[in-house]
């Protein structure tokens, strides 16, 4: 008789703590602008470096009104998201045969360890080279800088699931592809969605930096293009819409995890 009565103030509490944490989020917002602002107009900062939210959103404003901004905003967030995608789902496809073939894992082992050691960003003159100074070669970023985590993280996550289900499965005769698909990879859901939450700031890193050494637009090219002249508050507005692009991206992955993982 109580249950469904216990169920309901469960549901309730877990709205009322949702609404709470948002309340702090939203707070916590409010007053990191509120006082940037301040502190520009009282020159507690250098408003010619740090800008001031007002300008910010001013100029922000008036390029999507002119239409100078929107297309910068497309192209970098295409780049990034594709770059997402592609490295996410490579990186779970190289997880799933390292785990499928023993040896091959042993082989791979160490290559991949030296490979996530090493700075992807130095990496980027030489796809530029290799890959032309294209949308390619940005995309092909945003993909090296998330491959490889992708892989170990979910790798591993493979590698953790209780042997006890593979048993059971086995002694029902079941291939491995079955183990995979029936117990593995649906106990790895969790760490395959954190690795997305990872991922999407891995992928605006890697665009960026791509923006940075090659594209003629772009929000990595409004950023050196505002440093190159001086304007910051173009800088401030690029990493503004860049914190609020990645900010929803987050969120997707967050609503693609609800929908995956019923709590």
Known sequence: MNGPKLFAAYQQKLKKEAKIV????????????????????????????????????????????QGSLLGHIQITLLETILGFLIGTIAGIIIASMLWSFHRFSKVMDPYLVVFNAMPKVALGPILIVALGPGYLSIIAMGFIISVIVTTLVVFAAFNEVDQNYLKVLRSFDATKWQCFKEAVFPASLPAIISTLKVNVGLSW?????????????????????GFQVFDFTLVMSSLVIIAILAAIMYKTVEKIEQLLIRK
């Open 205 to 225: 890193v890697g665009v960026i930096v791509g923006e940075y050494l090659v594209s003629k637009q772009g929000l990595g090219y409004l950023i050196i293009y």
């Open 22 to 65: 948002l309340t702090w989020q939203l707070s916590i917002l409010i007053l990191f602008f509120a006082f940037w602002e301040v502190a520009s107009r009282l020159y507690w900062i250098d408003p010619l470096l740090f800008s001031s939210p007002s300008r910010v959103f001013s100029s922000i404003w008036s390029r999507l009104i």
